[in-house]
């Protein structure tokens, strides 16, 4: 019998909530890590533990809130030195790199979801006595290319290299074989295919934040905002968290 193991990379947002639901549509025994980093916003925090929850996954919330002060060249590590981007078309979404990427912050991710998949591979093999063959190990992270928001840790590329990285630095992968392979079933995907996914698995998208800024309601003006709205305006579907949010009188 094969073991599915996945680790996701569970922020709160759209993206990794579909991506969550993917790999636990797909058969997996399904972790979530969702980081602490010392971001701007404790909601997103509060949102993937609601989300991880309503998708009935394994979830554990990694306290990494000294990073900020590594990666503190960012608008969502210090917003008090920097301001987040508001108002942009697509085209200007386009230009460079905003000041909303966070320095090496998905190379820091997908290393802490690989220790804990080597973790939970090690007891299996060493503890339960499961065959080495018989285990898949995943790592699921919610990156995509097509977000226009140029993260060069977001690119094809990226993910080739970091890919051998797993099986060179790993013990399951030198001494057992199990290849940790990092999946990213969004990474050229749309957001319009996004929420239709999404949508299609069922996912409780009403519980996911994607706002830079607001605490209460999106602000409707940082660019995750306005690629979310746009998502769901193509998609032909209401945003189930607006309908949530009228619902309960907050807007």
């Known amino acids: 019998m094969k073991h599915k193991i996945g680790v996701v990379l569970l922020s709160g947002g759209l993206d990794s909530t579909?991506?969550?639901?993917?790999?636990k549509n797909e058969g997996y025994e399904i972790h979530a890590l969702t980081v602490n980093y010392g971001q701007r916003l404790n909601?997103?925090?509060e949102c993937a533990r609601i989300v991880a929850e309503k998708l009935g996954i394994n979830h554990k919330i990694i306290d990494f809130s000294s990073f900020k002060e590594v990666a503190w060249y960012s608008a969502l590590t210090h917003p008090e030195f920097f301001e987040v981007p508001k108002g942009r078309s697509?085209?200007?979404?386009?230009?460079?790199?905003?000041?909303?990427?966070?320095?090496?912050r998905n190379t820091v991710f997908i290393v802490l979801a690989a220790a804990y998949l080597e973790s939970v591979v090690l007891h299996k093999i060493e503890k339960e006595n499961v065959k080495p063959s018989d285990i898949d190990a995943r790592i699921f992270i919610a990156a995509n290319f097509l977000d226009?928001?140029?993260?060069?840790?977001?690119?094809?590329?990226?993910?080739?290299?970091?890919?051998?990285?797993?099986?060179?630095?790993s013990k399951v992968g030198t001494e057992y074989g199990v290849e940790m392979k990092i999946e990213t079933p969004l990474l050229h995907l749309g957001k319009k295919e996004i929420v239709e996914l999404g949508t299609k698995l069922k996912a409780p998208l009403e519980w996911t934040w994607s706002c830079y800024v607001g605490e209460e309601v999106p602000c409707g003006r940082c660019?995750?905002?306005?690629?979310?709205?746009?998502?769901?305006?193509?998609?032909k579907i209401e945003d189930p968290l607006i309908l949530r949010l009228k619902k309960e009188g907050k807007m």
């Not at 697509?90 to 090496?104: A, D, L, R, S």
């Not at 905002?225 to 998609?235: H, T």
Request: charged fraction near 25%; glycine fraction near 6%; proline fraction near 7%.
């Open 148 to 169: 226009y928001s140029g993260y060069p840790d977001c690119r094809p590329e990226f993910y080739e290299k970091i890919n051998e990285l797993m099986s060179l630095a």
């Open 90 to 104: 697509i085209e200007e979404m386009t230009k460079g790199i905003p000041i909303t990427y966070v320095p090496m």
């Open 18 to 23: 579909t991506t969550a639901a993917s790999a």
């Open 43 to 45: 909601k997103e925090v």
């Open 223 to 235: 660019d995750s905002c306005l690629l979310r709205v746009k998502g769901f305006r193509e998609a």
